[in-house]
Every structure is written in structure tokens, then in C-alpha cells.
């Protein structure tokens, strides 16, 4: 059973999309408080956060701030709001995807699997491939290790860097990233694939300007070396 935690003020749209996505083994819990939801979320197990950005008392934008300060659950905005702004905002934020209302259920049903496809590691992959010595991407697993120690990646996160490790020594376009990343929208913008850079690097706690393995090439895109 997939556990899910909810956090939307429409209790009508949650409880229609509660029994749609149960045939399908997935579990709905519903908080209509942004700050009940963070607590829920603190206090219980879940595998993935449905996320409204209009919330009653703490914007959704802010919501999903305090949830990647201290997980990095897979995170789904579930909005009205059709502003490109707000989607980048919440791309920048840490969001893992973003599906404008209104929506088939059936698409979120979809999206929900292939987040948790990639976090759990069930996607059949290439052998494991070791770059560098101290950075190893280990794609059975679906993770990324940092000296000995798993980095806490979103999917988008582990998608970029895990692509940039396997083309190591060439340069990669932020388009190419944005088309050959299923985490990553294709309506990302190039500046949504400069700020999750960002987050890689601080994860790997690396200055950008004097970069161990992620280099920018202006104009161009990046290119990771050992």
C-alpha cells in the first residue's frame, strides 16, 4: 500500500480523488490545514505529498519550503493557479512535479507511480557505473552516493546529476536535461534546471565558483568532472 498525504482545502476534490486512487493500492490521507499537514507529515510515514497551493492561513509556496527543509519526500502541486510563475516558484522550492486543476485523475494516478518508481529504485537500469572514485551512481538502486554517505536527492535532483555523471566529460544543454529527464517537466524552464543545479551542488557542498563536479559552460549548459 502506497501511502500519500494530501493537503488540500477541497475536501470534495480530495475525498473523489481518495476513492479513485484506492483500487489502485494507494492510501489518501486528507489535511485541509497547511500547518496540520506539516504536522501529519512530521509525525507519520508517507511516500509522497499532494500539495494545493492555495491553503487557508500559510501558502502553499511555503508549505512546500518547510517540507524540503526536512524531507525529501517525492511532492506533487495539485493547483488551480495558472501564473508560469507559480510553477517555477514551486519547481525552485523543491517541487517534484506540478499538475494544473483541473485534471483526470487518472494522470495523477500515473504521475504518482512514476515518481515512486524512481524514489524506490523499481525501474530496471544499466549496471551500476562508479564517477567519480568518492561519487558513485548506483542506478539499480536508484541512488547516489557521496563518500560512503546516500545523498538526500529529489527525483529531479537525482535526475539531472545522474545524467550529467553518465555523460561525464561532455557538455549537456539545459534543453537536453529538461527533454531526457522524466522527473523534470517539459515545461520547465532553464532557470528551473539553474536552481536545482544549485540545490545538487549545495547537497554535494561544492562552490560554484570553484566547482569539483559540476562545471558551467556559458551559454551552453554544464558538464560534469571527475
Known amino acids: 500500500m502506497t501511502n500519500v498525504l494530501m493537503i488540500e482545502d477541497d475536501?470534495?476534490?480530495?475525498?473523489?480523488?481518495?476513492?479513485?486512487?484506492?483500487p489502485f493500492d494507494i492510501a489518501i490521507t486528507i489535511a485541509d490545514d497547511p500547518y496540520l499537514g506539516l504536522s501529519t507529515l512530521d509525525t507519520q510515514k508517507f511516500d509522497l505529498v499532494i500539495l494545493d497551493l492555495t491553503l487557508p492561513g500559510l501558502d502553499?509556496?511555503?508549505?512546500?519550503?518547510?517540507?524540503?527543509?526536512?524531507?525529501?519526500?517525492?511532492?506533487?502541486?495539485s493547483s488551480a493557479r495558472t501564473d508560469i510563475t507559480d510553477k517555477?516558484?514551486?519547481?525552485?522550492?523543491g517541487a517534484d512535479?506540478?499538475?494544473?486543476?483541473?485534471y483526470n485523475p487518472r494522470e495523477l494516478q500515473a504521475r504518482i507511480m512514476s515518481l515512486l518508481?524512481?524514489?524506490?529504485?523499481?525501474?530496471?537500469?544499466e549496471q551500476s557505473v562508479q564517477k567519480?572514485?568518492?561519487?558513485?551512481?548506483?542506478e539499480e538502486q536508484m541512488n547516489i552516493v557521496l563518500q560512503g554517505k546516500q545523498l538526500h536527492l529529489t527525483a529531479a535532483?537525482?535526475?539531472i546529476l545522474g545524467y550529467l555523471m553518465k555523460k561525464e566529460g561532455g557538455v549537456v544543454s539545459r534543453e537536453e536535461l529538461i527533454y531526457n529527464i522524466e522527473a523534470i517537466s517539459e515545461e520547465t524552464t532553464n532557470k528551473s534546471i539553474d536552481v536545482i543545479i544549485g540545490r545538487i551542488r549545495q547537497k554535494l557542498g561544492?562552490?560554484?565558483?570553484?566547482?569539483t563536479y559540476i562545471h558551467a559552460i556559458r551559454g551552453v549548459g554544464y558538464k560534469f568532472l571527475q
Open 11 to 22: 475536501l470534495e476534490l480530495a475525498e473523489i480523488l481518495m476513492e479513485y486512487l484506492e
Open 117 to 125: 518508481r524512481r524514489q524506490k529504485g523499481l525501474i530496471p537500469t
Open 206 to 211: 561544492e562552490n560554484p565558483k570553484e566547482p
Open 88 to 93: 517555477v516558484t514551486a519547481l525552485e522550492n
Open 97 to 102: 512535479d506540478y499538475l494544473p486543476k483541473p
Open 132 to 138: 567519480p572514485k568518492d561519487l558513485i551512481l548506483n
Open 157 to 159: 535532483e537525482y535526475g
Open 60 to 77: 502553499g509556496l511555503e508549505v512546500c519550503t518547510e517540507i524540503r527543509k526536512h524531507h525529501s519526500i517525492p511532492i506533487i502541486i
